[in-house]
């Protein structure tokens, strides 16, 4: 049996998570390819105009997958480890990929104010008839997975944090950092520029023993998680001596659009240069370029 | 004499400027692009030469630089040394010519801008995003509509004693909004006056949303041509906003002395000659990917001088030289 994963939204959440325990439970699992213009073109078609851009390429993602495996895997995420919720564009993911494909869609909900993430993973694999036991193993396998890739990542931005280009952090969800064609290649656009590139989603956040006093930002308690996180990465991100910070925002996201007033006032309240980019399906490379390159001239 | 060209190649319209190494303004030259930035680009550069040939024979090009949202294909036509963005060639000349500026307001055939300037240097600045709304392009559509040629749409608004409410959020709504408005019997006068209040309110709503706006404050861009613009902008700001020489050109003068400060030994420019060359471009969708580039071929005389476009570099990188 193969399962299918969208490469997208909320892929970038866990990636490497969910194609490892799958793999390890004994299912092919496909992924769908990176993003790319068809994909793209799918998702706008069937998608509803009002909703953001990250949404509407995950329903091209979805639609790749459409015939080609046993089950599009679609969880419901709801809240997180911290309880606090996701986007609520999220919740309502599994619905309406079942209006939008005839592949059957293998979903689960993932609420932590309710349950822990392993009694839910428990119920998700009892769905596809394992026992206790093969579930438990998978899991362990694909935390052990992900805690590498964090290893990984945080050795990485260690070396870019010592770098002695221009350091420039962007600032987005993990679904608009990490797919490059729908942010129009802004990493390597910059890193052309002579910019040392630093994500938000890399910043690894600051053990409770360091002696190094973060600067506590004025921040409302967010309703969303991405809110506190991104709140607790910026506090980490000004004590790296950074030139300039530039937020990515996809067309229509409810969410940024509060988001980002907070996050712009942090940096200019730093006397850090701030960029804001909005992206979606209309957007030229062009205009992109113009943007990048005065501001890197500005810095 | 040595001197250095500035083109920028933008929506609307074509500048040249060239200036002398003592940042003298020779010639400034200000064309429409009309849909066909090539043509533009020999048009203006047989203008330049025709006038160099009777005023200054002796002038020799020691250097080109290009921007604007064509810079790219002006770059690889005219074989420019410098290609650069339209903000820090716009920094650029007004900071030469105008060191105190705090704020520069530009508003162009389809983007509009803000920059912010401290002690000469550009610190901030701000671009339309996704929509165009209240740009020239808006003003050129509007005046169309209503019968009065762009150039007088500023003197016409000077006349208003009433200006009526016209919301420019968006240009195809505003348009409506100014339709009913005559239909309910508006004076002419009052709308012309509303749209220059509505385009002046949406700039700064818009494109200069929390940017720290500072006098002096100087007003570029074909639109700062419309002195109705211009005192929309001193009502709304509150502030007295400079209209200075060069205003429409200011782009190609900041990329000129740009290439003027970082001189390349030997210019690559391609000579006034290829305004009489065959220059040409063709697009092809790259089948390699479902990503479809498109991407561009530009030729003269029928030789490849650059591709672009694609996302993964296999015709912009690919040797010219083969092909």
């Known amino acids: ?299 | 004499m040595k001197c250095y060209l500035g083109i920028d190649v933008g929506s609307i319209s074509t500048k040249l400027v060239l200036i002398d190494t003592n940042n003298q303004v020779l010639f400034p030259l200000y064309l429409r692009t009309a849909g066909n930035p090539i043509g533009a680009i020999q048009g203006g550069l047989r203008e330049l030469n025709n006038k160099i040939k009777n005023h200054n024979p002796d002038i020799e090009i020691a250097g080109v630089g290009t921007t604007g949202s064509a810079r790219y294909l002006a770059g690889v036509i005219t074989g420019a040394d410098l290609i650069k963005n339209e903000i820090t060639a716009h920094a650029k000349g007004v900071c030469s010519f105008f060191p105190d500026a705090r704020t520069v307001i530009e508003i162009g055939g389809q983007d509009s801008k803000i920059i912010i300037l401290e002690n000469g240097v550009a610190v901030d600045f701000g671009l339309n995003l996704i929509c165009s709304a209240g740009t020239g392009a808006f003003l050129d559509a509007q005046a169309h509509r209503l019968g009065i040629p762009v150039e007088q749409f500023g003197e016409i608004a000077l006349k208003s004693k009433a200006p009526t409410t016209i919301g420019a959020r968006c240009t195809v709504f505003s348009e409506s909004d100014m339709i009913h408005k005559q239909q309910v019997g508006h004076l002419t006068e009052d709308i012309v006056a509303g749209l220059c209040q509505g385009l002046a309110r949406n700039y700064l709503n818009n494109v200069a949303k929390g940017k720290n706006i500072q006098p002096p404050i100087v007003f570029l861009g074909g639109v700062s041509e419309n002195i109705g613009m211009r005192k929309a902008f001193e009502e709304a700001l509150g502030q007295r906003i400079t209209v200075p020489p060069y205003n429409t050109v200011m782009g190609a003068l900041g990329v000129a002395l740009l290439v003027k400060e970082n001189p390349s030994p030997k210019t690559k420019f391609l000579g006034f000659e290829i305004s009489d060359k065959d220059i040409r471009c063709t697009s092809f969708q790259c089948q390699g990917c479902p990503n479809r580039c498109e991407v561009i071929e530009a030729r003269i005389e029928g030789k490849i001088v650059a591709r672009w476009g694609d996302r993964c570099g296999k015709w912009s990188n690919l040797n010219l030289e083969k092909a």
């Open chain 1, 1 to 299: 049996m193969t399962i299918g994963i969208p490469r997208a939204l909320i892929y970038w959440k866990q990636p490497q998570f969910w194609e490892t325990f799958f793999e390890n439970l004994g299912f092919k699992v496909i992924l769908s390819p990176p993003t790319n213009k068809e994909i793209v073109e799918m998702g706008v078609k069937v998608a509803d105009p009002e909703t953001c851009f990250s949404n509407k390429v995950y329903w091209g993602h979805l639609l790749w997958l459409e015939g080609k495996v046993d089950y599009i895997f679609v969880p419901r995420l709801k809240a997180n480890q911290e309880k606090l919720e996701y986007c609520p564009k999220f919740f309502g993911l599994p619905d309406l990929g079942k209006i939008l494909t005839k592949t059957p869609i293998l979903t689960e909900i993932f609420d932590e104010r309710k349950e822990k993430l392993e009694k839910t993973l428990k119920r998700l694999g009892g769905k596809l008839n394992k026992n206790k036991e093969e579930i438990k193993k998978a899991r362990g396998l694909a935390f052990l997975k992900e805690k590498e890739l964090k290893e990984k990542e945080k050795q990485e931005v260690s070396l870019k944090i010592q770098s002695k280009k221009q350091k420039i952090v962007l600032i987005s969800h993990p679904y608009n950092l990490y797919d490059d064609y729908i942010n129009l290649r802004v990493k390597e656009k910059l890193e052309k520029l002579g910019a040392e590139v630093i994500f938000i989603e890399e910043i690894p956040l600051q053990n409770q023993k360091s002696k190094i006093k973060n600067q506590k930002l004025d921040w409302p308690k967010f309703h969303w998680e991405f809110g506190k996180e991104i709140k607790e990465k910026i506090e980490q991100v000004l004590n790296y001596n950074i030139t300039g910070a530039i937020e990515i925002s996809s067309f229509q996201c409810g969410c940024d659009a509060v988001l980002k007033e907070f996050v712009e006032k942090a940096f200019k309240q730093n006397k850090i240069p701030f960029l804001y980019l909005m992206i979606d399906e209309q957007t030229g490379e062009a205009g992109i370029q113009t943007r990048l390159e005065a501001f890197m001239d500005t810095i």
